[in-house]
């Protein structure tokens, strides 16, 4: 499904067929703000498994074009599934487990960890100290649209709802002047959140700060 197709839906709920107030180039900001959305609540919605060369050493940096590490998966060269394991559990079975290499338990790796507190960088353990290669899970960071009319839409149309609703929830807040649109807005994005299974306060994202004096 292109992401044209999917604009023309908003713009039929948003009744706006003539482009009055929101015209393509705001609707096709919207569609890449709410895209960003749906992969920040629910970063398995552009999950990918990919290869990825290890670095020779135990801290690995995230991949490029990743937004956030999902797991891992196994050694590419044996098929040999790798675990994830917390820093304290892995330090608790090897104090010196930062400064373990390939060797005393086999050329392959047997345990990641991943600390969402620095999600930019992974470890290994033991580390390779020749070139290796594993399957990783991660979600893909959301390749900006510029050109709605030849772009498929990236992740699995199972969330096309979530993105809809999160579209329309953006619409809204770009003409957020008054608190009709406003709360439209809120009503869309607990739609989108809905749509995600998630379970948060969305009402606190629209609350407005008091006005005047507050002494």
């Not at 809809?164 to 989108?192: I, V």
Request: hydrophobic content about 40%; some cysteine.
């Amino acid at each position: 499904m292109k992401v044209a197709e999917l604009i023309t839906r908003v713009r039929q709920l948003l009744q706006d067929a003539s482009a009055y107030r929101w015209d393509d180039p705001t609707l096709l900001d919207c569609y890449n703000e709410a895209l960003m959305w749906v992969v920040q609540q629910r970063p398995d919605a552009n999950s990918a498994v990919i290869e990825f060369n290890c670095e020779q050493k135990s801290q690995q940096d995230k991949p490029a074009d990743a937004y956030r590490i999902l797991g891992p998966v196994d050694n590419i060269d044996t098929g040999r599934v790798i675990q994830s394991k917390s820093m304290d559990d892995l330090t608790a079975f090897d104090s010196n487990w930062s400064q373990t290499p390939f060797g005393g338990f086999g050329n392959y790796v047997e345990y990641m960890v991943y600390d969402e507190r620095t999600p930019d960088v992974f470890w290994l353990y033991p580390y390779p100290n020749v070139a290796h290669t594993i399957s990783l899970q991660v979600s893909r960071e959301p390749v900006l649209v510029t050109d709605a009319a030849t772009t498929d839409i990236e992740i699995p149309l199972i969330h096309l709802n979530a993105l809809k609703h999160c579209m329309m929830a953006y619409a809204y807040l770009t003409d957020g002047e008054t608190e009709g649109n406003l709360m439209q807005a809120q009503n869309y994005l607990k739609l989108a959140a809905n749509d995600l299974n998630l379970k948060w306060n969305i009402d606190l994202m629209f609350s407005r700060p008091i006005e005047g004096d507050t002494q």
